[in-house]
């Protein structure tokens, strides 16, 4: 969708829509996209996570499962006023290009510290059922380097690389409660995507005509099919 200066609204997260189908993406932002149900067990691992990573935050160091951090030379980011800003403040990153015709803007879940103490690494939590497969980055390489992309525009120093912080079940047969989840590091290389291109190539999609059905899509296969099914 639009703001009301005319500048297409674009979040990290959302990046991914347009390299997955432009056609279901050019449908989610021209018209008002459908409303998913609220993914609440989701949203509390991140905040239990987010309490987690500050509890050792404040002595200056990771959790156990993700302890072979330090071995790379990396830091927990210790600013937490700064860092809970980022977190809880939508538009505390924003990056708005008029020129272009876009505001980008979102939260993140983490920041770790190259060994020089100012480099910036963008993190994200992800909590799923099953472990991470080989192809998950692919959902989520536009969304961190555009996290590392909008800390540049704010005058901050970024790293090459970022991380997926993966957490799962450790055994899903088991009937305990008290649910045990294993912790999973996946560094993901940032340095040859091109958010700049690619916000400039989303903007150019979305001013111009839909682009019509996309045949390798299962969403716009099920769409054309109910539509002749109507008919």
């Given at each position: ?80 006023v700064k860092l809970e800003e980022w977190r809880e403040k939508i ?141």
């Amino acid at each position: 969708m639009k703001t009301k200066e005319g500048l297409w609204k674009l979040s990290p997260s959302g990046l991914y829509g347009y390299t997955e189908c432009k056609s279901c993406f050019w449908v989610d932002n021209n018209y008002k996209k459908q409303g998913t149900l609220p993914l609440l067990l989701n949203s509390a691992m991140d905040s239990i996570l987010k309490h987690r990573y500050d509890k050792y935050r404040k002595k200056n160091t990771f959790p156990p499962e993700v302890k072979e951090l330090e071995k790379e030379g990396i830091m927990p980011f210790t600013d937490i006023v700064k860092l809970e800003e980022w977190r809880e403040k939508i538009n505390s990153l924003k990056v708005i290009n008029k020129k272009v015709g876009y505001v980008l803007a979102g939260k993140i879940d983490d920041v770790l510290l190259e060994p020089d103490g100012e480099t910036l690494i963008p993190a994200d939590y992800k909590s799923s059922g099953n472990a991470p497969a080989e192809d998950k980055q692919k959902y989520y390489r536009d969304q961190l380097a555009a996290y590392g992309y909008m800390f540049k525009c704010h005058g901050y120093k970024v790293s090459s690389r970022a991380y997926l912080l993966h957490y799962f079940p450790k055994d899903k047969t088991n009937p305990n409660i008290k649910v045990e989840f294993v912790g999973h590091i996946d560094l993901v290389d940032i340095s040859k995507i091109n958010i700049e291109r690619k916000l400039k190539d989303i903007v150019k999609l979305l001013n111009g005509k839909y682009p019509g059905h996309n045949p390798k899509c299962k969403n716009c296969s099920y769409h054309e099919g109910r539509v002749k099914y109507v008919q």
